[in-house]
C-alpha cells in the first residue's frame, strides 16, 4: 500500500511538471506574434480580403467573412517577427470592383495596413510601431 500511494504521488507529480512545462512554452510561443490591423480607407465596401504568408499556395479564409467591410471597419491578422512568415500577400475586392492583390507586403515592425484610393489606383499604406 506504501509503494501504490509513492507511486501515485510519482505519477502527480510528473503530469503536474509536464502540464507546467506546456503551459509555459505555449505562453512563450503567444507571446512570439504580433498583431496587425488591415483598416478598410477606401469609399467603398470591401466584400472580401485575404491576408495569408507568402509562402502559402492557397488565399486561407476570407477576412470580411459573412458581413461587408465598411469605410473603417478593420480585420486583425497575427505575425511571428522572429521568422519569415512576416511577409505576406493581401487580397481584396470591393462590391463590383476588379480584384487587388499585393505581393510581399513586409508586416516586420507594422501594426496597421491601410487600403485607401489615391484618386486612380489602390493603395496600401504601413503605419510602424512607434
Same mark, same amino acid.
Given at each position: 500500500m506504501?509503494i !501504490?500511494?509513492t507511486l501515485?504521488? =510519482?505519477? !502527480?507529480s510528473?503530469?503536474?511538471a =509536464?502540464f507546467?512545462?506546456?503551459?509555459?512554452?505555449t505562453?512563450?510561443?503567444?507571446a512570439?506574434?504580433d498583431?496587425c490591423?488591415i483598416?478598410n480607407? =477606401?469609399?467603398m465596401?470591401?466584400?472580401?480580403?485575404?491576408a495569408?504568408?507568402? &509562402?502559402r499556395?492557397? *488565399?486561407?479564409?476570407?477576412?470580411? @467573412?459573412t458581413?461587408i467591410?465598411n469605410? @473603417?471597419?478593420y480585420r486583425?491578422? !497575427?505575425?511571428?517577427?522572429?521568422?519569415?512568415?512576416y511577409?505576406?500577400?493581401? &487580397?481584396?475586392?470591393?462590391? @463590383?470592383a476588379?480584384t487587388?492583390? *499585393?505581393y510581399?507586403v513586409?508586416?516586420?515592425? =507594422? *501594426?496597421?495596413?491601410?487600403i485607401w484610393?489615391?484618386?486612380?489606383s489602390?493603395?496600401?499604406?504601413a503605419n510602424a !510601431?512607434?
Open positions: 506504501i !501504490r500511494n501515485s504521488m =510519482t505519477v !502527480r510528473f503530469l503536474l =509536464t507546467i512545462v506546456a503551459a509555459s512554452y505562453s512563450a510561443f503567444a512570439d506574434t498583431p490591423e483598416v480607407d =477606401t469609399d465596401s470591401i466584400a472580401f480580403l485575404y495569408v504568408p507568402m &509562402q499556395e492557397d *488565399w486561407g479564409e476570407d477576412l470580411v @467573412g458581413e467591410m469605410c @473603417g471597419d486583425s491578422i !497575427r505575425y511571428n517577427p522572429n521568422n519569415s512568415m511577409k505576406i500577400k493581401i &487580397q481584396f475586392a470591393g462590391e @463590383g476588379e487587388i492583390t *499585393w510581399n513586409d508586416l516586420l515592425d =507594422t *501594426w496597421r495596413l491601410s484610393f489615391n484618386g486612380s489602390y493603395e496600401l499604406s !510601431r512607434g
